[in-house]
């Protein structure tokens, strides 16, 4: 069982920078997939980042070039620098983790960019 706990929300106006982190309670954090998701109301949520168990990252396009996932394994962490934001980052962010198939998911932290 892997638990996933986010942090580094909060309100931020156009063009700022935040941070998100997550931490995890796992003796396997170093194997795993770790990913960020967003979600709308009313939308799918959306794979913004993902950070894989040998460093290779992925970005959606709207994130490319200002958004970085990277991890730290000693601290069991995970990391989201988000910058340049936009009204449309808005949302409700989601830490993942996955392994042979097995997702587990913190329980978000809201992300609101002023115009």
């Known amino acids: 069982q892997v638990q996933l706990v986010e942090s580094g929300g909060g309100l931020v106006q156009a063009g700022g920078s935040l941070r998100l982190s997550c931490a995890a309670s796992?003796?396997?954090?170093?194997?795993?997939?770790m990913g960020w998701y967003r979600q709308t109301p009313g939308e799918q949520r959306e794979l913004v980042a993902q950070i894989t168990n040998i460093n290779s990252t992925t970005y959606t396009d709207s994130v490319k070039g200002r958004f970085t996932i990277s991890r730290d394994n000693a601290k069991n962490t995970v990391y989201l620098q988000m910058n340049s934001l936009k009204p449309e980052d808005t949302a409700v962010y989601y830490c993942?983790?996955?392994?042979?198939?097995?997702?587990?998911w913190g329980q978000g932290t809201q992300v609101t960019v002023s115009s």
């Open positions: 796992t003796n396997i954090f170093s194997s795993l997939f």
């Open positions: 993942n983790a996955h392994r042979y198939g097995l997702h587990y």
